[in-house]
C-alpha cells in the first residue's frame, strides 16, 4: 500500500462520487459543526465591534504609542505571511522535486497558504489610522517603499495561492459534477494536462511565496533607523521562520483532518515530515546565532539592542524564543522514537509554532522599545496623561481591544478553512 | 527641480532679518537652521511656541529639548571635574535623504523645492511606516481624539485630522510670510539661525564653516538641513 493511498476507505453511503476515486470518511456530524461555526460566526462579530470601536476613536485604544507604533496587527501580519509562505514553500518544492510522499498534503498545504495570507491581509486594515484612505496606496503608489511592494505580493500571491487550490480541488469537483470546476472534464487526456498545471503552477508558486516572505522582511531590514532591524540576514531569517511555523502548522492540520476522517496518511509521513521541521529549526537556530554573533562580538554601540535582548525584561522572551520554542522541539524531533508518534510531532509542531511567534514579537518589541537619540526626557507617547507625556523607553502590551480584533480575524480565518474543508475534497490520490 | 520662483518663500521681511541671517540669498533657497549648543539654556521656550504656532495637541510635540545628562535635571561631569549640561533641542531635521519620504507607501510625505519635508495629512493613511524609517524619532501621530488645554484651536496652521502623522514644517506658514519660524524668533538665548544652506556667505553656512557644525546621526547618511554648533567650553560630545 503507499503512502498516499488512504489507510481508511470506510463506506461512504451517499457520496455521489465515481468509486475509482476512493474518498475518505466526509460526513460530518451536524451538531458540533453548527457550534463550531456559531461560535466563528460570535467572535467574528465580537472583532467586527471592537474594530468599529477603534475606527471611531482612533488608535488611542490599542497599547500602541509614538514609541512602539507598530504592534500586535504588524506582528500577526508577518506571522500570517510566514505561515502561508512556508506552507507554500514546502508543498511546490514536494511537486517541484518530485517528492511523492508529501502528496497527501500538498492540497492541504496549498489551502493553509491562501487561508493564511488572505489573513495577513486583513491585518493590515485594522493597523491603519485611516483604513477607509486605503485605496490611496494603489492611487500615490510609491514604488521606493517597500510596503507597497509587500501589499502588491500579497496581492498577487494571494490570487496565485487561491488558482493553486482550486487547480488541486477541480479534477475532483469535476467528478463531483460540481459546478466549481468551471467546465472541467474528467477524461484521462483532461487529468494528464491538470498534472501539467499543477507542476507548472508549482514553477511560479515557489519564486513567490519565497519572495512574499523576503519583501515583508525587507519592509524591516532595510530601514537603516533600526539598528535591531537592519541586517541582510532579515530576509534569509524570515525564510527559515516562515518554513518552520509554516510547516508546523501544515503538520497539526494535517493531523487534526486525519482525526476527522477528512484526509487520510501514514505515520511515516508525519515522521519524515517532523524530520524536516526539525531540519529547518536549525537552520533557524543558525541564522539566529549568525545575527546575535555578528551584533555583540565588536560590543560597539551598534550591538546595543541585540545586548538589551539579553537582558531585563527582554531575557525571559528571549530565552522562551531559543530554548523553548527552538530548542524543545528540535530535541523532540531528532529523537526517533519520539519523532515517529504523530501526537509527539504534534506537540514539536506546537511549540515551534508559539517559538516563531515569540521569535516575531522580540523582533518588533525590541526593534521599536529604544529610541535612538536616548536622551531625556524621551519622545512624547502621543497621548495627554496625568504626569509626564514623554518616555525614554515604552513597554508595550496589546489591549483588550486589540485581541478582540486579532481574535476577530483568526476566527474569520477558522471559517475560511472549515468551510474550504467542507466543499473541497482534501485527498489528494494518486496520479494516473 | 521645481521652479523655486513657485516657492512661496520669495524674501523675507527686513523684520525677519533682526533674528538671523539673511544676506544675499540664493537662487535656489534650501532652508535649514542651525542650532547653537552652546546657546541653548534648556528653557523649553522654543518648543512651547512651536506648541502654540502649530495648534500640537497635548501629548504630541514637534519639537522637545533632551538634557545631554543622566535625567532631565542631573547634570554630567565633564572631564575637568567640574559639572556641566548641554542640551539637544530636536524637531525634524528635514532631511535631504530622508528616509519617511522613501518609506511612506502614498507619497504623503515628500519633498518641497527647497528642501522643507511636509506631510500630506489628507493623503496619509496612517500606517506610521515613516515614524519606524525616522531615525530621529521626531514623528508624532494623532492617537485618539486631540485634546488641548482650552477648547479654542490656537496657531496658525488647521488641525490635523485622527489617525494620521504630523511632524514640524519649519513654520511654512511662517515662511510664506516672510517670518523665520517660530522657534528661532522665540530662542531667548539666540541658540537658532535660520537660512539658506545654497547661500554660502549667509550667517547660517557661516556659523556651520566656523564651528564645524554637525549633522545629527551623521553615520545614517540622512544630511540633515538641520545643524549643531558643538559647546565650545567642553571637549565635544
Not at chain 1, 480575524?409 to 490520490?429: C, D, N, R, S
Amino acid at each position: 500500500m503507499s503512502a498516499a493511498t488512504p489507510s481508511v476507505n470506510p463506506t461512504t453511503p451517499g457520496s455521489p462520487t465515481v468509486p475509482a476515486v476512493p474518498r475518505p470518511e466526509t460526513r460530518t456530524r451536524r451538531g458540533p459543526l453548527v457550534a463550531w461555526i456559531a461560535l466563528l460566526l460570535a467572535l467574528m462579530a465580537v472583532g467586527v465591534g471592537a474594530f468599529g470601536y477603534q475606527f471611531a476613536n482612533g488608535l488611542v485604544v490599542t497599547g500602541m504609542r509614538n514609541i512602539v507604533m507598530w504592534g500586535q496587527y504588524i506582528l500577526f501580519f508577518m506571522f500570517f505571511v510566514g505561515l502561508s509562505a512556508g506552507g507554500l514553500i514546502v508543498a511546490s518544492a514536494g511537486r517541484l522535486f518530485g517528492v511523492k510522499a508529501f502528496k497527501p498534503i500538498t492540497r492541504l498545504a496549498v489551502l493553509e497558504a491562501t487561508v493564511a495570507v488572505i489573513l495577513a491581509a486583513t491585518f493590515i486594515l485594522p493597523d491603519l489610522g485611516r483604513p477607509e484612505r486605503v485605496l490611496n496606496i494603489p492611487l500615490y503608489f510609491n514604488p521606493s517603499s517597500p510596503m507597497v511592494w509587500d501589499i502588491t505580493i500579497v496581492m498577487v500571491y494571494m490570487g496565485l495561492s487561491a488558482t493553486y487550490v482550486w487547480l488541486y480541488a477541480r479534477a475532483d469537483l469535476a467528478r463531483r459534477g460540481s459546478w466549481l470546476a468551471f467546465g472541467t472534464g474528467t477524461s484521462n487526456r483532461t487529468m494528464a494536462r491538470e498534472e501539467r498545471a499543477k507542476s507548472a503552477m508549482a514553477w511560479v508558486a515557489l519564486p513567490a511565496a519565497i519572495l512574499l516572505h523576503s519583501i515583508t522582511a525587507w519592509i524591516f531590514g532595510l530601514q537603516i533607523g533600526r539598528g535591531f532591524w537592519y541586517s541582510s540576514i532579515m530576509a534569509p531569517m524570515f525564510i527559515a521562520s516562515a518554513l518552520v511555523s509554516g510547516l508546523g502548522l501544515v503538520i497539526l492540520l494535517a493531523l487534526l483532518l486525519r482525526r476527522l476522517r477528512r484526509l487520510s496518511f501514514r505515520d511515516d509521513l508525519v515522521a519524515m515530515l517532523g524530520g524536516l521541521l526539525g531540519t529547518f529549526i536549525v537552520v533557524e537556530a543558525f541564522l539566529i546565532l549568525a545575527e546575535y554573533l555578528t551584533a555583540l562580538y565588536p560590543g560597539a554601540p551598534e550591538g546595543r539592542a541585540a545586548a538589551r535582548m539579553l537582558s531585563g525584561p527582554y531575557l525571559p522572551l528571549f530565552l522562551f524564543e531559543v530554548v523553548i520554542g527552538l530548542g524543545v522541539p528540535f530535541l523532540i524531533l531528532a529523537i526517533r522514537p519520539l519523532r515517529r508518534r504523530p501526537v509527539w510531532v504534534a506537540v514539536a509542531s506546537a511549540i515551534a509554532i508559539v517559538g516563531i511567534f515569540t521569535h516575531r514579537l522580540n523582533l518588533v518589541l525590541n526593534g521599536l522599545s529604544f529610541p535612538n537619540v536616548d536622551l531625556p526626557p524621551g519622545l512624547p507617547i502621543g497621548v495627554a496623561q496625568t504626569g509626564s507625556s514623554f518616555a525614554e523607553s515604552y513597554w508595550y502590551v496589546p489591549t483588550a481591544i486589540e485581541w478582540m480584533v486579532v481574535t476577530g480575524i483568526l476566527a474569520f480565518g477558522a471559517l475560511l478553512f472549515t468551510v474550504a474543508v467542507l466543499y473541497l475534497p482534501m485527498q489528494e490520490h494518486e496520479a494516473h | 527641480m521645481a521652479d523655486p520662483k513657485a516657492s512661496p518663500v520669495e524674501a523675507l521681511s527686513p523684520a525677519s532679518r533682526a533674528w538671523g541671517e539673511i544676506g544675499p540669498r540664493s537662487d535656489y533657497p534650501r532652508w535649514g537652521m542651525v542650532v547653537d549648543q552652546e546657546r541653548c539654556i534648556g528653557c523649553w521656550s522654543c518648543a512651547v511656541i512651536c506648541k502654540s504656532e502649530n495648534d500640537v495637541p497635548l501629548g504630541l510635540w514637534w519639537n522637545r529639548i533632551l538634557t545631554d545628562g543622566a535625567a532631565l535635571d542631573q547634570p554630567v561631569v565633564s572631564e575637568s571635574g567640574g559639572m556641566e549640561m548641554h542640551w539637544l533641542p530636536l524637531a525634524c531635521q528635514h532631511c535631504e535623504n530622508a528616509p519617511c519620504v522613501r518609506a511612506c507607501p502614498v507619497q504623503a510625505t515628500y519633498h518641497r523645492a527647497d528642501g522643507i519635508v511636509m506631510q500630506d495629512n489628507d493623503r496619509c493613511i496612517g500606517c506610521r511606516y515613516c515614524m519606524i524609517a525616522c531615525p530621529y524619532g521626531v514623528r508624532n501621530f494623532n492617537w485618539g481624539a486631540a485634546s488641548r488645554p482650552t477648547p479654542y484651536e490656537t496657531g496658525m496652521v488647521e488641525a490635523r485630522p485622527l489617525g494620521t502623522v504630523e511632524k514640524c514644517t519649519m513654520c511654512v506658514q511662517r515662511l510664506a510670510e516672510d517670518q523665520v519660524p517660530s522657534c528661532v524668533w522665540s530662542c531667548p538665548a539666540g541658540a537658532r539661525v535660520f537660512g539658506d544652506h545654497n547661500d554660502p556667505d549667509g550667517r547660517m553656512t557661516t556659523l556651520i564653516r566656523e564651528r564645524e557644525g554637525s549633522m545629527l546621526l551623521e553615520e545614517a547618511g540622512t544630511r540633515p538641513a538641520v545643524r549643531y554648533l558643538p559647546p565650545r567650553r567642553r571637549s565635544p560630545l
